[in-house]
């Protein structure tokens, strides 16, 4: 009879009583919180997951389309003054300051051309370090998310085992009717950190790749442009 009565038990706490959200609302309030902050962290990678894919693709359209006009033969006055007028990101940015100081430089009776190349070097080193930080904004929010969520999801887990041994010796019951709730929430927590945690690393590493391909680019084009205008400096020397 009392095999029967845990085994009817074990039928009724079943998918319903064992559904996710059921499982949500029957934990422990530490464990709520758990799981309360990592979906908010999944969600929040996500976003930011979703923002820089979106960046990234937008900054790599616009360096393509910079580097076909620039190599195109128009003149650097012309090219200075149709960009000059908007907000520049990437190459564009790198070659409004470059400009900038070349024509700073040049204004006056008294041209200051004796340090210029360095000057321009070291506007254009400035910019790429801002470009690099606006692409990376963030991304350490993934890493940190990658990190940490299992870790979270195991101390919800474990909070959640506590108190269902806790349940199990105030009731002396061991049946599965007692066990399998408490310990199910306690291991929705680990998997929640898992969700939030995978993404998140994934992401962190691929995302931190394609920056570093766009800082390389434009690393690449600022010696590029710096050689052109070294060798217009050389020539009114």
């Known amino acids: 009879m009392a095999q029967t009565e845990a085994v009817s038990q074990v039928t009724l706490a079943g998918p319903e009583s064992l559904s996710y959200f059921s499982m949500f609302m029957d934990a422990d309030v530490v464990v709520k919180l758990v799981m309360i902050g990592l979906i908010l962290a999944s969600v929040w990678s996500w976003a930011i997951i979703i923002d820089k894919v979106t960046l990234f693709a937008r900054t790599k359209r616009q360096m393509d389309r910079f580097e076909n006009v620039f190599w195109s033969g128009q003149s650097l006055e012309e090219l200075y003054k149709s960009l000059s007028s908007r907000a520049n990101n990437g190459m564009a940015a790198l070659f409004i300051a470059a400009m900038k100081e070349w024509k700073r430089s040049h204004e006056g009776d008294r041209p200051a051309i004796a ?28 890493a940190t998310v990658g990190s940490a969520a299992p870790f979270i999801g195991l101390f919800g887990t474990v909070w959640g085992i506590m108190n269902s041994f806790a349940s ?9 009717a007692v066990v399998a709730p408490g310990i199910a929430e306690a291991l929705f927590a680990t998997g929640l950190g898992l969700v939030a945690a995978i993404p998140a690393v994934i ?35």
């Open 115 to 142: 340090s210029l190349q360095q000057r321009i070097d070291r506007v254009m080193d400035l910019t790429i370090a801002r470009e690099t930080e606006r692409l990376e904004k963030r991304l350490m929010f993934l």
């Open 203 to 237: 992401a962190y590493n691929k995302l931190t790749s394609d920056s570093g391909k766009l800082t390389a680019r434009m690393e690449g084009f600022a010696d590029e442009f710096s050689a052109i205008l070294s060798r217009r400096i050389d020539e009114r020397v």
């Open 168 to 176: 199990i010796a105030a009731s002396k019951n061991t049946s599965l």
